[in-house]
């Protein structure tokens, strides 16, 4: 085809139809430029199909990855309220000459004290837009900003994990030196209470255990606002993703 044309071109000179030639040449500059858009567009159409496939491919990812977190969030939060629940029981028996509650009904009370349920969410999706750049195919502005609070979020609530836990720690270490675990926990592990006459009936009459349960019901309470503030941040992620 180029041998034809460049035929032509010389045909044109060799007879002096500089005029014709020159139509030709503009005729032919014009269909080279026409074959250079008609390529670009191709080239730009065949990118927009890859970008929109790698684009349903993230949201396919994002919506599997939130409601698997949202699941394990609501699991999370259930324990959060029965542990904060638990403990202030107890705190309502501090002090108390209840006679009705046993001893054996004490125990497994403080039990849901020392509970310290934790949350890890998957971001496995996250940190691969993150670390690849392809956070830029989202379009959605409103998206990329959840997306950005959730993982400042996720910051927030691994610090009331930490502090939940240590609460939780710290009323195990405190009947390690004043009460029993083992009458806590014989049923768990298959044994039989302590023989030493241990009674940690007598821990809802220390200043000490009232405060160590006061902290925790403190620290559950913001862990559960925190959560719950989580929770809408999901729930909102993944209608804007189903809409990306």
Known sequence: MIKL????????LNEGKNTKY???????????????????????????RKSNIELQLITKNLVQEFEANREALQKALNSVIYTKNGSLDNLSLIAS?????SKEQRNT??????????WIPSNFTMNEL???????????????????NWETQIEVI?????RLEKSSQ?????????????NLNYNTIKTKPSNLGVNNS??????IFENLLDEKVLYAQFMENQLKKMSTIIETILKETKNQ
């Not at 014009?30 to 990118?47: D, K």
């Not at 009370?109 to 934790?118: A, C, D, H, V, Y």
């Open 5 to 12: 044309f460049r035929n032509i071109r010389k045909n044109y």
């Open 22 to 48: 020159l139509k030709y040449a503009i005729g032919e500059i014009i269909l080279v430029v026409i074959g250079i858009l008609i390529a670009l567009q191709i080239n730009n159409w065949n990118e927009n």
């Open 97 to 101: 000459k209840n006679n009705l509650i």
């Open 109 to 118: 009370m403080i039990e849901k004290s020392l509970f310290f349920p934790t």
């Open 130 to 148: 993150n670390n690849t750049g392809k956070l830029s195919l989202l379009k959605n502005e409103n998206l990329k900003q959840l997306l950005f």
């Open 158 to 162: 691994k610090e009331w994990n930490r």
């Open 170 to 182: 710290d009323i195990i270490d405190y009947i390690k030196h004043n009460g029993s675990l083992r």
């Open 202 to 207: 007598d821990l809802f009459d220390n200043i």
